[in-house]
């Protein structure tokens, strides 16, 4: 993916939690690897937002009601890790856009007719500096 973004001459930011197992990567020529301050990272990501609360919310829900239809049936429930996958696919498949558009939105980022464009014209590539500063 890399070489693609260097062929096509552009510069891509991706941009991760400081969390220490995260580490420097040499030999990115299109990729610029940005960590967020410390102890910011609560603020400025939208799965922090609401969208992690919202998907075990969901997952929550969904083992009760498996719980309770087990009581009702007079068995006790087995949950074994292919349950727990199959719930985890159901919860996260529940998370709505809005949810996700919601928490984006309180995280910062926010639609606007400059970003619009961004996202329209792919020859047009705005430095990090110029990025950083519409957002």
Request: net charge neutral; proline share 4%; glycine share 2%.
């Amino acid at each position: 993916m890399g070489s693609k973004f260097f062929k096509q001459k552009r510069k891509v930011a991706l941009i991760a939690d400081n969390c220490t197992t995260h580490c420097t990567v040499d030999g990115l020529k299109s990729i610029e690897l940005v960590f967020l301050p410390p102890n910011r990272t609560c603020v400025l990501q939208p799965l922090d937002q609401g969208i992690i609360q919202n998907f075990k919310a969901t997952y929550r829900k969904l083992l009760l009601q498996d719980m309770i239809s087990a009581i009702d049936r007079k068995k006790q429930l087995q949950v074994s890790v292919l349950n727990a996958i199959f719930y985890i696919d159901q919860s996260w498949n529940m998370v709505s856009q809005k949810t996700i558009a919601n928490c984006f939105r309180h995280a910062g980022f926010h639609s606007s007719p400059e970003s619009e464009e961004l996202l329209e014209d792919d020859a047009e590539d705005l430095p990090l500096t110029e990025l950083a500063e519409k957002l």
